[in-house]
């Protein structure tokens, strides 16, 4: 059972208790993240992964997001893509999905987004409560 979602393990964990689908675009290659993921004991708690290796086009372009909406078969409406790099936020601005800007570690990442996320959040808490309302107004 997650806690209280004070870490970015936790809000992973949490969401997927609630059967929301997880999915990563990196700049990574594969093997990279592949060690990452296993020190960090992250790696079963995503559905698809999409790393460097698999994109002709990185980060700013949307070409990552849009094989994840396609490998996961979701519409644009249906996804939260969360970034804390100016790379992120306009991949996911021009991927037409709704992105949110997140610095829940300010020491290692970009402080100010040079494009301006639909939101934005520097708590992990105050995100599992904004996903729970967005997509409570989403099935109405």
Request: proline content about 2%; glycine content about 6%.
């Amino acid at each position: 059972m997650a806690s209280d979602c004070s870490s970015g393990t936790d809000l992973l964990a949490y969401l997927k208790e609630q059967s929301f689908l997880l999915a990563i675009v990196t700049g990574k290659a594969r093997r990279s993240l592949d060690i990452s993921l296993e020190q960090l004991e992250m790696a079963d708690l995503f559905d698809y992964i999409i790393t460097g290796d698999d994109v002709e086009k990185a980060k700013p372009h949307p070409e990552g997001i849009f094989k994840v909406l396609d490998n996961l078969k979701l519409k644009k409406e249906d996804v939260i893509f969360v970034g804390d790099s100016d790379a992120d936020i306009a991949a996911g601005l021009d991927a037409g999905v709704h992105t949110v800007g997140v610095q829940w570690l300010k020491n290692y990442q970009t402080l100010d987004f040079s494009y301006e996320p639909h939101h934005y959040f520097d708590d992990a808490r105050l995100f599992k409560a904004y996903v729970a309302d967005y997509f409570k107004e989403e099935t109405k």
